[in-house]
């Protein structure tokens, strides 16, 4: 990857519904959100997310964000992965574009990138980049 964008992340909304509880085992839950990227990704994301808790308090989760807005100066939207964790209350994610799906400026947008999110704060976010021929 030859470019990285450096963002901050912050929460607008988190609807999150327990949808599958068994006595002594790790509860499954699923969550919506927005969030509104800041820096250079700016945008709003639709975050869709699958987490289970563990019971030290710990969590996981995988997701998929639709993000509309701009990176590197492109607009268009994309789809970003999420494969992530909720320890002493920071959450933390991996992440990665999803290969094709990139519209209007932002297609053939390739990256992978993380974010740290302390409690109470907005994340930093860091997404290595590129833009491959389509």
């Known amino acids: 990857m030859n470019k990285r964008a450096l963002s901050t992340l912050e929460l607008d909304a988190w609807l999150e519904q327990a949808c ?6 790790p509860v499954l839950a699923r969550a919506s959100a927005t969030q509104q990227f800041r820096g250079d990704i700016e945008g709003t994301g639709q975050l869709e997310v699958l987490l289970t808790y563990h019971p030290d308090g710990s969590a996981s989760s995988v ?60 994340a930093s976010l860091t997404l290595e980049y590129e833009f491959m021929e389509q």
């Open 20 to 25: 599958h509880e068994i006595d002594g085992q």
């Open 63 to 122: 997701g998929l964000e639709r993000v509309v807005g701009r990176v590197g100066g492109r607009a268009g939207s994309f789809v970003l992965e999420h494969t992530g964790c909720v320890e002493d209350g920071v959450a933390k994610a991996q992440l990665a574009v999803v290969p094709g799906s990139g519209t209007h400026d932002l297609g053939g947008l390739r990256g992978r990138g993380w974010f740290v999110r302390p409690p109470g704060r907005a």
